[in-house]
């Protein structure tokens, strides 16, 4: 990939400035140091100090970490909270009337949430769910748009112990459907539709489909939320307006007391085989990464406007929009838009507007940015901003370097934050005020995080060798399993040939001379597109299910906006088509992709042949069809092959 050739060759080093320096909340590499040898030395009492500072608790806990049943670890287990009041109600004595919420709307209006009021509206919500009969450990499914309204049911759930499951506005029925199925959801919160760089998307309707034939047995009641005026087919037995179930409901409600240990949410990602796996995070370990990664990598202060772009579709937006910030009692922007509408200015408007002081987005989003106009910043006043922050890929040196000079003027730090879906919370990432970054690298661990890179024995491979990125210690926020399916977590986060007990991310990584992290890709069949998880086989899945399709293999190919995208191999049942045909039925599959998991996943790129490469044992060779899809030749032996004759075929895109 060109952008891994551009990281290795990197070598600029940028130490934190003495004015960051001078009011950060960790400040120096002695101070960093020290934290890191408190975690060496007694592992325990460093993550119970820190969980007894930040939390509050209901009960305290009186053990820190039971690895009786590894790797089905439990932190703080005999504790008692609740994630919604640390977020609201612990505030409102002195930041009743702060804004929580700057509600950054698709049309660029705008709208604040004070604390008192978020507390009010996630208390009536909460009780509205009550009135369902949604209780703990209960199931709801979350399908809205980026509107506060979002953040609301999310903080309502865990107000009362139900558990949920956001699925992302972008997703289709089908996805719906799975997720739903899987969760044995009871409730699912929408939205009439969401509006989204000046187009809206009929949630409700998708919504209807997934639920249609009687396909989810275990949904009893559909809540829409109007987000518009537009009127949706409504199912009078099922389905209920969001204000209707607030409209007579009390602007205060107890919160459940749960266990530490107790399930906050399930979040679906994509992994090696074609079903997403539901990602079960519990309550005090999340929080209390969600709350540290901001002290420490967002250098998080009291007069901060925190600007995270994600959706809280995904785990950026639950831990660094729905949680984190709310946790600390700051000031956050929720934006309904896009970065592109109206113009490639908007974010460095709304910057401006709400004079935000933390901004965190997406390398593919910056790299967007810039060809729709590199210059762009420039008229706007960005000097509020003092940290930016980078998650989802490895962010090219370019891209890096224009997002430090042009957006933050050379004074701001930028974090380049490695975590995943799993790890709930920043694992790798540097302290702005102590660890000097280098563009393209996320630099070093959190401390606490005890990260190697090993071979495929497990051990630890000779500096500036790569191998497998894993974290060697249980941590608070790690997952605790996959949603119904303890073998899965086992074998695929603490597989027995690592020896068991070393948690493997799924990336490959090498670390330099300073001991700084470099992050070179998956190692399984995951693709990252714009920052986005997607599974090569859950595409192959969809694609397959067409009618049409006899086989289907999905590789990547590198893209220079959306960091990689998608190419589907595609054998059809009846002949190889050829001209205006391919091009009709390459259309019709892509648009196939796009309903059946989303558009997300849509291909970039069909072709078609009489075969698949295979060897003659019968296995597809994937790593010719990398090489075929980049358009590069052929160098690898290809005597082995079945049926060479394929590869001129599928050299052809459509
Ligand atoms: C995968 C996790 C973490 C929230 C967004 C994505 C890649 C993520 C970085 C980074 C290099 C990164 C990894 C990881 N990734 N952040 N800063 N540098 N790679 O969460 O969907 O669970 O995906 O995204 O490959 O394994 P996710």
């Not at 990281?7 to 130490?15: D, T």
């Not at 910056?366 to 420039?378: M, V």
């Not at 190889?576 to 309903?595: C, F, M, N, T, Y």
């Amino acid at each position: 990939m060109a952008a891994i050739e551009s990281v290795l060759k990197e070598n600029r080093v940028f130490e934190p400035s003495e004015a960051f320096q001078s009011t950060a909340n960790v400040s120096g590499m002695a101070a960093y140091n020290a934290l890191c040898e408190k975690a060496n030395q007694d592992y325990e009492g460093f993550w119970g100090d820190l969980a007894q500072e930040m939390i509050t608790w209901k009960k305290p806990f009186t053990q820190v970490l039971d690895e009786s049943n590894a790797p089905f670890y439990k932190w703080f287990a005999d504790g008692d909270l609740n994630i919604s009041y640390n977020c609201l109600d612990r505030h409102l004595a002195d930041k009743a009337n702060k804004t929580a919420i700057i509600y950054e709307k698709d049309d660029g209006s705008s709208e604040n949430i004070t604390y008192q009021q978020l507390y009010e509206r996630v208390c009536q919500f909460a009780n509205g769910l009550k009135s369902l009969g949604v209780g703990k450990g209960d199931r709801v499914i979350i399908y809205m748009p980026m509107v506060p309204d979002a953040v609301v049911a999310m903080q309502a759930c865990a107000r009362i112990g139900a558990i949920h499951s956001v699925v992302f506005g972008g997703f289709s029925a089908g996805a719906v459907k799975d997720r739903v199925q899987d969760a044995a959801a009871k409730i699912i919160i929408t939205a009439n539709e969401s509006v989204r760089g000046g187009k809206s998307a009929p949630l409700k309707v998708t919504v209807d489909e997934a639920l249609k034939d009687g396909d989810c047995p275990s949904i009893e009641k559909v809540i829409v939320f109007a987000r518009t005026d537009k009127e949706v087919a409504f199912d009078a037995a099922r389905d209920i307006w969001w204000h209707d179930l607030i409209a007579n409901q009390a602007s205060e409600c107890e919160p459940e007391w749960m266990n530490a240990e107790d399930t906050l949410f399930v979040l679906y990602t994509s992994g090696s085989t074609g079903k997403p796996k539901g990602v079960q995070h519990s309550i005090a370990g999340y929080l209390l990464g969600a709350m540290l990664s901001l002290k420490w990598v967002f250098d998080h202060k009291p007069d901060d406007v925190f600007w995270c772009t994600a959706d809280v579709g995904w785990i950026t937006g639950h831990t660094y929009i729905a949680y984190g910030p709310l946790a600390w009692g700051a000031t956050q922007i929720v934006f309904e838009g896009v970065p592109t509408y109206p113009n490639a200015g908007r974010f460095w408007e709304g910057v401006e507007k709400h004079k935000v002081t933390t901004f965190y987005t997406a390398p593919t989003a910056i790299r967007s940015l810039i060809k729709l106009g590199a210059d762009l910043p420039n008229q706007y006043d960005l000097s509020s901003l003092r940290l930016l922050g980078s998650v989802g890929e490895p962010i090219n040196p370019e891209a890096w370097m224009w997002y430090y000079e042009t957006v933050g003027r050379s004074e701001c730090p930028i974090v380049d934050t490695w975590w995943q879906t799993e790890t709930g919370s920043n694992m790798i990432a540097p302290l702005p005020g102590a660890v000097a970054i280098k563009p393209g690298s996320c630099t070093l661990p959190l401390p606490g995080i005890m990260v190697d890179i090993v071979d495929e024995s497990g051990a630890s491979v000779d500096q500036s060798n790569g191998g497998f990125l894993v974290i060697k210690r249980p941590f608070p926020s790690l997952l605790r399993t996959v949603w119904g399916d303890d073998e899965r977590f086992k074998s695929t986060y603490f597989p027995e040939e690592l020896g068991g007990n070393l948690y493997l991310a799924g990336d490959s990584a090498h670390r330099d001379e300073n001991g700084y992290v470099w992050i070179m890709g998956r190692i399984d069949d995951v693709l990252n597109v714009s920052g986005h998880r997607l599974g090569t086989m859950e595409i192959e899945s969809a694609l397959v299910a067409n009618p049409l399709v006899a086989e289907a293999a999905v590789v990547g190919k590198p893209h220079d906006v959306k960091g990689e995208a998608v190419v589907a191999f595609v054998i059809l049942k009846g002949d190889r088509p050829e001209g205006e045909d391919a091009k009709r039925i390459a259309q019709e599959l892509k648009s196939w992709v796009a309903h059946e998991i989303g558009k997300i996943a849509q291909p970039d790129d069909i072709r078609f042949g009489d075969n698949l490469p295979k060897t003659r044992s019968g296995k597809i060779m994937r790593r010719l069809l990398r090489t075929l899809a980049k358009g590069e030749e052929i160098t690898a032996d290809t005597s082995t092959l079945e049926n060479p004759q394929v590869l001129e075929q599928l050299k052809q895109s459509v």
